[in-house]
């Protein structure tokens, strides 16, 4: 298996556009992590979801902030409209009932201007 | 607060030798703890995970320990090597009723290990 899968790598927008990150979680896990890590906060679980059902969302920041699970295999988290202070690496993890191991995509790395 | 802290926040030990992380937290009622190997540009990688009734648990020349008494958890490394600089993080997390529970993150402890 490839592993979970992020994209786009590296993201620069401007304040105020839209921005979709995406995640393709390892085949046959029922569950999917949204993370954001920076330097002054560290890793931050924002929203998890468990076949396809959003299960905690108590870490999404604000309301600019979304994410859908539309299938077992992609999700998606929103920012719109985005602002400096969402620059931060954000990390998809899947994981499957039971093992209790979370595998981490490689990130994708957001810089608001 | 946070509920997890990490100390050292960083160190750097010569190649070989053994180095000791910890992890202190007030996270309650405790479900689990988890120790993740983060490199530069990577995602985490679970190195281990004890529940309240293990007390230490070994991967490898990772060895991580539980006092659940006195909440605390260490993460040894045994004969370092470059392989191991990386930054090293402590999840704890709360019973709730599904598996995964309430996580609380240490800031992480980063390593150096040098020729």
């Known amino acids: 298996d490839a592993g979970v899968i992020q994209s786009p790598r590296h993201e620069v927008t401007e304040m105020g556009q839209e921005v979709t990150l995406r995640c393709k979680p390892i085949?046959?896990?029922?569950?999917l992590f949204w993370y954001r890590q920076t330097m002054m906060r560290g890793l931050e679980l924002l929203i998890y979801f468990n076949n396809n059902v959003p299960i905690d969302d108590s870490g999404m920041p604000e309301d600019r902030f979304s994410a859908k699970m539309p299938n077992a295999s992609f999700s998606t988290l929103k920012i719109q409209p985005s602002e400096p202070r969402d620059s931060a690496v954000y990390f998809c993890?899947?994981?499957?009932?039971?093992?209790?191991?979370?595998?981490f995509g490689a990130g994708t790395r957001l810089s608001v201007l | 607060k946070n509920q997890v802290e990490q100390s050292p926040q960083s160190l750097i030990i010569l190649e070989g030798k053994n180095c000791t992380l910890q992890?202190?937290?007030?996270?309650?009622?405790?479900?689990?703890l988890r120790w993740y190997k983060q490199d530069t540009g990577r995602g985490p990688v679970s190195l281990t995970i004890?529940?309240?009734?293990?007390n230490t648990k070994s991967n490898g020349r990772y060895t991580a320990t539980l006092d659940a008494d006195t909440k605390q958890s260490s993460l040894h490394i045994t004969a370092s090597q470059l392989s191991d600089s990386a930054s090293y993080i402590c999840?704890?997390?709360?019973?709730?009723?599904?598996?995964?529970?309430?996580?609380?993150f240490g800031a992480g402890t980063q390593v150096v290990v040098t020729p």
């Open positions: 992890c202190n937290y007030t996270v309650s009622p405790f479900s689990n």
């Open positions: 004890m529940t309240f009734s293990e």
């Open positions: 993890a899947s994981s499957l009932r039971g093992r209790n191991i979370q595998y």
């Open positions: 085949s046959g896990h029922d569950y």
């Open positions: 999840v704890v997390s709360a019973v709730a009723t599904d598996s995964w529970g309430k996580l609380q």
